[in-house]
């Protein structure tokens, strides 16, 4: 976790020094913002780092702030939530490929019942809810919003145009 | 003036006609399930309507978006009362006593009086934006390029030290958003700027995929780690007692009129939500109503009343500099403004001025929209109760595939679901190292027109810009926001320290 949240620290610092240094290679026109942005940056990231190193070393735990975003709950910060979110990237992951791959009425569908296989759901519930996405990217977006669903990489190849 | 009457009729005419008005039922009834849904906010909703609004016209897109915003907060009171479990943000307070009152078998009362006086605070913030209308249109025509781009930093600089704990982790965000918002070809310049060859980025980072990433993404994860549903518990006592709870915001009438002013208040200062809102209206109702000290906590339907009129109250006042100056004071509304933005109504001036009557169908939509809504969840309490129980296993992969069905629809480009899969890892790696996300959807939708005011300001006054007298006022009383809380805590040190010394001598 604490070396998350540093790589995460430094990797804002890297990115808003890139937006620098690219931006001093602009015309004037077009560096102003970024430039004035990265130059505000910077220096706020450095002391949210020393921020950070500082609570760490006093090993001050900070709590959650129900006010702020969505807070983190204790029980998303588990073993075994890390375990069910890694699980869930992975789905994410060949849901976002599949749909490349199978194109998204074959892709979307198919990966919504697997993932509710997965977690145990009843068959005709699983089946019943990917039929439901199915009519919904079908009726909903490729004929009631007019919306070309691309038909995906691999069937293109198969099944042709 | 003369004016103000026309554009009145022409924004309720331009809302009911029968194409306008069945979007703002479907955005009410979308609105009102997913806000119900454990796990699903606001954001999300409006994130995966706007693929379908961009297809639509302008009065029927301004009806489905805004009717979707507008009446987010009135279902949310649905969990806090039957499983003491905020629906959002802003139904924390509710909890408190609308809860005890479920328990002690005033669900349906309870339910009941949430909803009216959810009416009732929408009706009044509305009203009360009306009749700031005159106040802000000569104030808006004063002010030029460089105010308007100091009000933005404002706005944004706001939100970012108000949405979490760590103000510096908030401004960096903000500042995150106006860089990604310089993604794609410089409009005067025609130079492409952070693209890195690609062609996909050369129009910029789209809106709705960045929001779908950052928002509904994180959330389903939070809804995936934890694991669970919100309650497996009975439903019962919807039945009996509704209309008592329909009466209680009316007998409580002077209680509702002061929450909703707590409430537009509130959303009038850009960076306090929903969550402010609750807790001060609650505050304020446990200390000036009689015997509160007594019966705040333990079912008390003041308690209820109090907290839902000043959420709902709120949106109406959070819409004047929304409107007025073009800074959306939350996450939420800076998505709605992107969305107008993207259907061509542009907050500002024209708003004020030639396009008047779309200020007031936003008014009008508020009024109609809270009042609906609020019937539609008295009716049916059951059927969304009963939607909260819903399995997080059964949501997540739903909304996840439509969630990349609406990244997608946004440009017809696979892109934009690759943007939109990269944002959602980011949106959680944010969340769990404490980084506020919402201050990064304001500057990423408010970037473009900060860089224009910024040009403007620099070509008509160069650098002086920011000495002409509101502008330089506006930047101090910025940097007096967000130095204030160090000096007092430098300060405070410092008397601890002259204490201790006394103490010791």
Redesign the interface.
Known sequence: ?AV??YV?TVA?FV??GY?MA?GLE??F??M???V???A??LP??V??LY?DIRRDQKRII?TH??????A??D???TR???R??F???I???A??TG??LLG?LVA??L??VI??LM?K?PMW?SAL?GL??LA??YWG?QVG??????RGVLTTLLFGV | MDDIWPAVVSGLVSILQPSAFMYMMLGIVISSTLVALPGIGSKTAIALLLPVAFTLEKFEAICLIVSVWAVSNTANSITSILFAVPGGSGSQATILDGYPMARNGEAARALAAAFTASALGGVFGAMVLALSLPILKPLVIMLGPPEFFVLILFGIAMVSTLSGKNKVKGLVIGLLGLLLATVGVHLVSGIPRFTFGSLALMEGLSLIPVTIGLFAIPELIALVASGSSISKMELNNLDSGRRQGIKDPFIHWWLVIRSSLVGVWVGMIPGLGSSVADWFAYGHARATEKGAEETFGTGDVRGVIAVDAATNAKEGGSLIPTLAFGIPGSSTLALVFGGLLIVGVKPGKDILTTNLDVTFSFIWLLIIASVITSVLCIIFIKPLAKATQIRPSLLVPVICALSVVGAFASSNSYYDVLIMAFFGVAGYWLRLHGWPRPPLLLGLVLGPEAERHLWTSYQLYDWEFIFRPITGSLLLLLMAILAWPTVKKFFRKKRAESGVAHGGQ
């Open positions: 976790m998350s949240k995460l804002l990115l808003f937006a690219r602009m015309p026109r077009a102003m913002m970024p004035f942005v990265a505000i940056a706020l990231i002391i949210a921020q900070e702030d129900s006010t702020a975003d969505l983190m709950t029980s998303e910060v075994d939530a890390f069910r979110v699980g869930f990237f789905w994410f992951g849901l976002i749909a490349y998204f979307l569908p990966l919504v993932y509710l977690n759901e519930l809810l439901g996405v919904i990217l977006f919003l007019v919306l070309p669903l691309p």
